[in-house]
Each structure stands twice: as structure tokens, then as C-alpha cells.
């Protein structure tokens, strides 16, 4: 298995009781749990209550082997992986089955200038950095005299409308309002400023229009301004440009920007297609067979963010990126490995959408469930529920919870700490 995230997880974890030898080798020593990584950026949940160290999960079982070392190259021919372990060293390891589970990068859109001021929340590192970013403009705001450089450090721009984006953005106003409120004797951070910036024409384009309007209105509600139909052309370490359609661009003073646009397939779906022909789309995913196999090797099963499947009339299928779909298509290639350890063929995978979820902040979220839509305080507790239902570890589960049922009775948030490199790459001695 390559990748401990929702697929290679699932993957693992179902392939685990069975008669075989496994090794999931992932560049991480833990999972994590990307749905809540915005709100270690936000300071309301700790690094270690969203990730699980790989190899607690698999303690115990002697068939299985975790090792963190990064996959640079699958060798098809030989049916072996080249690898990279922390110290630098190189090793191989074959494989008679393989399921590659590489997930997604954020995608800068050609513009790799921008992903150094322009952090995303899609790992735990960037994360961690973002979180000292904002934390530290409110910081430099207080100390800060001159008036235009005050509102530029007060003001955000989250550049991306979907669920990542509309969660981001709900998490910066309610941590400028209500949770930092009354702390600061020179500035009050209620006065910040954030702004969505999306190119289309409505927030969470992936949802019915109507909860698309209520969770703008919402956010709307928190402070936001949704800036829609708006294209980010430029950015920089004081500002952001911004162009709608037929107007002069506008630069904006904003000293933080917070990337939630498109993502990229891992680099892996590339080194599979330049072996087999398969065809990879322009976000690098690659096109499997129905069954979830590699053209011409039904010994690699390639699944979740990174791949799209090809349909009975020949036709790609791009599926949401989404945990569900990866977590899906993980039990599934578990199955599949049996069924052809046993001699049997798998039918094709079939995907069960139960529905869409986006919480925009304290009791407001929507929630398609497709035979019911909801919104506000019952959307809020779906989503919570779901969430702290697939957390790995019960320990996280139980500490989640709490540290929620502690925000939302007092709008505070336990881990608003400024420690790692932030805006400036500083440390301390
Ligand atoms: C900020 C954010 C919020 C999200 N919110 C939601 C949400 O609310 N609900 C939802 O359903 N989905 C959400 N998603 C999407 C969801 O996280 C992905 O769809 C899901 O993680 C895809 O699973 P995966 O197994 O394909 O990849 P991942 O979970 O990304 O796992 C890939 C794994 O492979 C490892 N890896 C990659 N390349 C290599 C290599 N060369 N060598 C070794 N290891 C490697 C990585 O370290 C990682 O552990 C969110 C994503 C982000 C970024």
C-alpha cells in the first residue's frame, strides 16, 4: 500500500485479516485527518487530536509492516518500489499486489511563486505555519502605528469558495470576533477583514443553489465578503490582485492570503501513465479500469483524489475528492486483492454518495443528504457527528468532542499558539 491517508488507510486496514504479507509505506509516520486541518490553522484544535501515528494502528499484527520512507519511483516491470527513507537512503521493495493511494497537492495554477506567500491547510506542516501567520498579524497589528499597514495586516483573503475555502473563512471571522475579542488594547481584531475570493458564480458550487445562497448569507452574517466571479492574478507578501470580468484588476494591501483553489494528483499517477499509456487529465489524474486496475496490470489498483475511472461506454468518471470516495475505493481494493488471491474477478467498484457536508462556523453549516437538505443548527451537528465518527482513535474522538462542546459554550479556542517558522521564517534562538 502506498499512502496512509483515507484510502491507503481503509486499504490497509480491511487487507490486514487476510492471509497476507502487507507493508504500507507512506512519508508520514502518521494519518491525518485532513478535514479538520483548518482548524489547527485557526488555533481551535491541537496538531495531535487530528492525526494518528501509523503504526499504533497496525500494532500488533506481525503480517503487517509500516514504513515511512517516500515512494520515488514504481517500477511495473519488475514489480518493486524505489524508495527514499528520512536518512536519505535508497531501498527497494517488490510487491506481488499494489495499491497506490498518492492522494493530492494543492495546485498553484503555474504560479509556484505564490505557494510561498499563500499558504494552504492541505498538510500538517502548512497548517502549522498558517496558524503562526494569522495568530502573528493580529500580533504585529497591535504594535503596528501606522494606520494602512494595520489594516493590511487585518485583513484576509481566502482565495478558493468550496468547502475548504467557506470553512477557512467562517474559522478567520469567528476567531477575530469572537474569540480574540477584548484582548488587544490597541486594535480590535472584530475589525479585520476577510474576503472570498472565487472565480464561479456562487460559494460551494458542488451543493444544490439553495444551500449555495444560504451558507453566503451565513457567511455574510459572520463578516465576510464573498467577492464571486472575481480571478486572483497576483499575488505577493503585501497584496493580493484580484480581476472580475471586464474591469480594471484591483490590488488589495492584505499581508495574509490563504490558498483553497484547485489541487494536483500525486506525481505517482504520472510515473504510472508514463509505463502503461494510461491517460492523465490536466490535474494529473490517471484513468483506471472499472475495477480500479492499472491498464494492463491487474496487480495495481490505483484509488482515491489521484485517479479518474473509466466507464462501461469508455468514458471518464471524475468522483468528487472527497474522504468518502477514497475510504470507498480503499475497502474496495481490499476486496478485489482477495477475490484475486481466491481466483475470483471483482465486479466494478460502484460508489454510494450519502450526501455533502460544509460547516461555515459555530452552528452553521449546510448538509445535502440528497433526500433532505439542511442547514444551520441541525446541518451543524450532522457535520459534527460525522466528523468525530470517522476520527481515527477513540482517545481523538473523545478529546474533539470536548474541546468543541468547550467552544461552543464559550467561543474560545485551546491551541492559539505562534510557534514554528510563520510569515517571516523566524525561530527563536
Ligand atoms: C483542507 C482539506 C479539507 C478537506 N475537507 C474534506 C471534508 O470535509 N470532507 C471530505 O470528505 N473530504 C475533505 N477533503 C478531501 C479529502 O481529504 C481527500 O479527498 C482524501 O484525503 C483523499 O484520500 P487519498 O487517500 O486519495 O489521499 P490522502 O488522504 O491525501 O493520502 C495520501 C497519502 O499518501 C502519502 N503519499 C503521497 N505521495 C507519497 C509518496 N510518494 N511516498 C510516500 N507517501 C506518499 C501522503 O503522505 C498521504 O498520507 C479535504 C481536503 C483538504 C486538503
Same mark, same amino acid.
Given at each position: 500500500m502506498?499512502?496512509?491517508?483515507? /484510502?491507503?488507510l481503509e486499504?490497509a486496514?480491511? *487487507? &490486514?485479516s487476510a492471509?497476507v504479507e ?7 509516520n502518521?494519518h491525518l485527518f485532513?478535514p ?7 488555533g481551535?484544535?491541537?496538531? &495531535?487530536?487530528?492525526c ?9 499484527r506481525?503480517?503487517?509492516r509500516?514504513? %515511512? ?5 514504481i517500477? *511495473?516491470?519488475?514489480r518493486e518500489l524505489?524508495?527514499?527513507g528520512?536518512?536519505?537512503e ?7 499486489s499494489?495499491?497506490v493511494?498518492?492522494?493530492?497537492a494543492y ?11 499563500a499558504?494552504? =491547510? ?7 505555519d498558517?496558524r503562526a ?7 504585529e ?6 494606520p494602512?499597514r ?6 484576509f483573503?481566502v482565495v478558493?469558495?468550496?468547502p475548504?475555502g467557506?470553512e ?5 471571522? #469567528?476567531?477575530a470576533r ?8 490597541e ?9 472570498? =475570493?472565487?472565480?464561479?458564480d456562487? +460559494?460551494?458550487?458542488?451543493f ?5 445562497? !444560504?451558507a ?6 459572520l463578516? +465576510?465578503?464573498? %467577492?464571486? $466571479?472575481?480571478?486572483v492574478v ?5 497584496s493580493v490582485?484580484?480581476?472580475a470580468? /471586464? ?5 488589495? &494591501?492584505?499581508?495574509n492570503?490563504i490558498?483553497a483553489a484547485g489541487?494536483?494528483a500525486?506525481?505517482?499517477?504520472a510515473?504510472?501513465? #508514463?509505463?502503461?499509456?494510461?491517460d ?8 483506471v479500469?472499472?475495477? *480500479?486496475?492499472l ?5 495495481v489498483?490505483t484509488?482515491?483524489d489521484?485517479v479518474?475511472? !473509466?466507464?462501461?461506454d469508455?468514458?471518464? $468518471?471524475i468522483?468528487?475528492g472527497?474522504?468518502?470516495?477514497a475510504m470507498?475505493? /480503499?475497502r474496495y ?22 450526501g455533502?457536508?460544509?460547516t461555515? /462556523?459555530?452552528?452553521?453549516? +449546510?448538509?445535502?443528504l440528497?433526500? *433532505? ?11 459534527l457527528l460525522?466528523h ?8 481523538? $474522538? %473523545?478529546l ?12 474560545g ?12 521564517g523566524?525561530?527563536?534562538?
Amino acid at each position: 500500500m502506498i499512502g496512509g491517508g483515507f /484510502g491507503g488507510l481503509e486499504a490497509a486496514k480491511h *487487507l &490486514a485479516s487476510a492471509e497476507v504479507e502487507l507493508t504500507l509505506i507512506d512519508r508520514r509516520n502518521f494519518h491525518l485527518f485532513q478535514p479538520l486541518t483548518y482548524q489547527v490553522a485557526t488555533g481551535a484544535l491541537s496538531p &495531535a487530536e487530528v492525526c494518528y501515528p501509523l503504526r499504533a494502528i497496525f500494532k500488533g499484527r506481525r503480517n503487517v509492516r509500516v514504513m %515511512m520512507a517516500e515512494v520515488t519511483a514504481i517500477d *511495473l516491470a519488475d514489480r518493486e518500489l524505489r524508495l527514499r527513507g528520512g536518512g536519505g537512503e535508497e531501498l527497494r521493495v517488490g510487491y506481488d499486489s499494489l495499491v497506490v493511494a498518492g492522494g493530492s497537492a494543492y495546485s498553484y495554477f503555474g504560479h509556484e511563486e505564490w505557494r510561498e506567500v499563500a499558504p494552504e =491547510v492541505k498538510s500538517l506542516e502548512s497548517a502549522l505555519d498558517l496558524r503562526a501567520r494569522l495568530l502573528g498579524a493580529f500580533e504585529e497589528a497591535e504594535l503596528q502605528r501606522d494606520p494602512e499597514r494595520r489594516r493590511a495586516l487585518l485583513t484576509f483573503v481566502v482565495v478558493g469558495a468550496g468547502p475548504t475555502g467557506v470553512e477557512m473563512a467562517g474559522q478567520i471571522a #469567528e476567531l477575530a470576533r469572537d474569540t480574540l475579542r477584548n484582548e488587544f488594547h490597541e486594535i480590535d481584531p472584530g475589525e479585520g477583514r476577510v474576503l472570498l =475570493v472565487e472565480m464561479g458564480d456562487r +460559494v460551494l458550487s458542488t451543493f444544490p443553489p439553495s444551500l449555495s445562497r !444560504r451558507a453566503q448569507r451565513a457567511l455574510e452574517r459572520l463578516g +465576510v465578503t464573498p %467577492m464571486l $466571479r472575481h480571478t486572483v492574478v497576483g499575488i505577493d507578501a503585501e497584496s493580493v490582485t484580484i480581476e472580475a470580468a /471586464g474591469a480594471e484588476a484591483e490590488r488589495i &494591501a492584505a499581508h495574509n492570503v490563504i490558498w483553497a483553489a484547485g489541487v494536483t494528483a500525486s506525481a505517482l499517477g504520472a510515473n504510472l501513465a #508514463e509505463q502503461t499509456g494510461a491517460d492523465l487529465d490536466r490535474a494529473g489524474r490517471i484513468l483506471v479500469e472499472p475495477d *480500479l486496475t492499472l491498464p494492463g496490470h491487474p496487480e495495481v489498483l490505483t484509488i482515491g483524489d489521484m485517479v479518474r475511472v !473509466r466507464e462501461a461506454d469508455g468514458s471518464a $468518471r471524475i468522483f468528487p475528492g472527497v474522504a468518502p470516495v477514497a475510504m470507498q475505493q /480503499g475497502r474496495y481494493a481490499a476486496k478485489a486483492v482477495r477475490a484475486r488471491l481466491e481466483g475470483r474477478t471483482p465486479g466494478p467498484f460502484h460508489y454510494l454518495d450519502k450526501g455533502n457536508l460544509a460547516t461555515i /462556523g459555530r452552528a452553521r453549516a +449546510v448538509a445535502d443528504l440528497h433526500f *433532505l437538505r439542511l442547514s444551520g443548527f441541525p446541518a451543524w451537528l450532522t457535520w459534527l457527528l460525522v466528523h468525530i465518527w470517522y476520527l481515527i482513535g477513540f482517545q481523538n $474522538r %473523545m478529546l474533539v468532542l470536548v474541546r468543541w462542546i468547550y467552544s461552543f459554550l464559550t467561543r474560545g479556542r485551546g491551541a492559539r499558539l505562534i510557534a514554528g517558522p510563520g510569515r517571516d521564517g523566524r525561530r527563536e534562538p
